[in-house]
């Protein structure tokens, strides 16, 4: 069975600009979550779909959106690319909603987004 | 507020060595859940473990043991016998209960280094 996918594994882009990370669940995954891991400040929770809605997200500006398509796949943008939001992307899908007890949660690779 | 301190920021043992890795949390819930993730140079993270608030049962698997201490707000994590697989970023989680996977706090990390 395949894992959590993401691409791309790297992605180099300037100030300013727009980047778009994509992210495929395990198939009959539901839920998709999206954490940001920056250098020393471990995983910060960004936004979670379940059912193509969002279901919250974490304490990042409006720049970072995105959205979840039919299959359950989903993206995440990040606009007007600031120096700091250089980071590991990780992407993350469970069975649904991940209510308590906590349904386990399957991680992809990353994208490492780099801004220079 | 909920928090996870990972004081350990790197540790670096001999294989075969025995390594345990802290983790204190704080929270102000009753029912919460921890877990300990694994995040190998690949990057994408291995759930490890789940325990709730109401189990204060150590668990063992194969070389590793968690010691959960509700009197000392402690979750911690040893490897037996450790190996140089075992090298890897290892991540420790908080959760409160009666909540959504999209509130698992992490912490900082230790990474975890075995050297031959």
């Known amino acids: 069975e395949a894992g959590v996918t993401q691409s791309p594994t790297h992605l180099i882009k300037t100030r300013g600009q727009q980047a778009t990370l994509r992210c495929s669940p395990i198939s009959g995954h539901t839920s998709v979550y999206w954490y940001q891991q920056a250098l020393g400040l471990g995983l910060q929770f960004l936004l979670w779909y379940d059912e193509g809605e969002e279901r919250n997200r974490g304490n990042f500006p409006p720049r970072f959106s995105g959205r979840q398509f039919p299959n359950y796949s989903s993206e995440l943008n990040v606009n007007a690319l600031e120096l700091e939001d250089s980071a590991l992307y990780l992407c993350?899908?469970?069975?649904?909603?991940?209510?308590?007890?906590?349904?386990?949660?399957?991680f992809g690779p990353g994208t490492r987004l780099t801004v220079l | 507020a909920q928090k996870v301190t990972q004081a350990q920021t790197e540790i670096s043992v001999v294989e075969k060595e025995d390594v345990t890795l802290d983790c204190v949390y704080e929270?102000?819930?009753?029912?919460?859940?921890l877990f300990w993730y694994k995040q190998p140079p690949s990057g994408e993270l291995v759930f490890l473990i789940r325990r709730n608030s109401f189990d204060e049962q150590n668990e063992i698997s194969g070389r590793y043991s968690w010691n959960f201490q509700k009197s000392t707000s402690s979750f911690n994590f040893t490897i037996t016998a450790s190996q140089v697989v075992d090298s890897a970023v290892y991540f420790c989680?908080?959760?409160?209960?009666?909540?959504?996977?999209?509130?698992?706090?992490f912490g900082s990390g230790t990474r975890l280094s075995i050297r031959p």
């Open positions: 989680a908080l959760a409160p209960g009666y909540s959504s996977a999209s509130k698992i706090i």
């Open positions: 993350a899908s469970s069975l649904d909603e991940g209510t308590e007890p906590y349904n386990e949660q399957f």
């Open positions: 929270t102000r819930d009753t029912t919460y859940y």
